[in-house]
């Protein structure tokens, strides 16, 4: 993974890049009293990352107890999810839309990817340890 030029690498391959630009208005969020920051941007470090070529959707997760989903052909974070009561170590993105997070509060989830029409959301199915 690298990033150069506002454009995110991924893998040993310069062939899928993701570029960051144009912030949006509504890509912000209040995180603390009186201070905002992109919704679009982990508020910690960045743990793992899982690519799901044929949607065309990569995943994030981080010490920040979320993952994100992202848009790769427009590089949109498109959804943000608090999966974890603590930071989230693993994230593994199945060909059936299934996701598994494990955490440091020593828990596993399961996510299923959910799509209607455009919208793409992740609903928890189980949590396998806890």
């Known amino acids: 993974?690298?990033?150069?030029?506002?454009?995110?690498?991924?893998?040993?391959?310069?062939?899928?890049?993701?570029?960051?630009?144009?912030?949006?208005?509504s890509s912000y969020v209040e995180v603390k009293?009186?201070?905002t920051t992109l919704w679009i941007k982990h508020v910690d470090?960045?743990?793992?990352?899982?690519?799901?070529?044929?949607?065309g959707l990569l995943y994030s997760a981080s010490w920040d107890k979320t993952f994100k989903v992202w848009r790769i052909g427009i590089s949109n974070?498109?959804?943000?999810?608090?999966a974890h009561d603590d930071a989230v170590n693993s994230l593994v993105a199945s060909v059936d839309g299934t996701i598994y997070t494990g955490s440091a509060d020593g828990t596993v989830k399961v996510w299923?990817?959910?799509?209607?029409?455009?919208?793409?959301?992740?609903?928890?199915?189980?949590?396998?340890?806890?």
């Open 1 to 25: 993974m690298a990033l150069l030029r506002r454009l995110l690498y991924l893998g040993t391959r310069f062939s899928q890049a993701i570029k960051m630009e144009k912030f949006k208005p």
């Open 33 to 35: 009293r009186n201070r």
């Open 45 to 55: 470090a960045i743990s793992c990352l899982s690519i799901d070529q044929e949607e």
């Open 77 to 82: 974070c498109i959804e943000s999810i608090k």
């Open 112 to 130: 299923k990817r959910q799509q209607n029409g455009k919208v793409i959301r992740h609903a928890l199915v189980q949590t396998l340890l806890s």
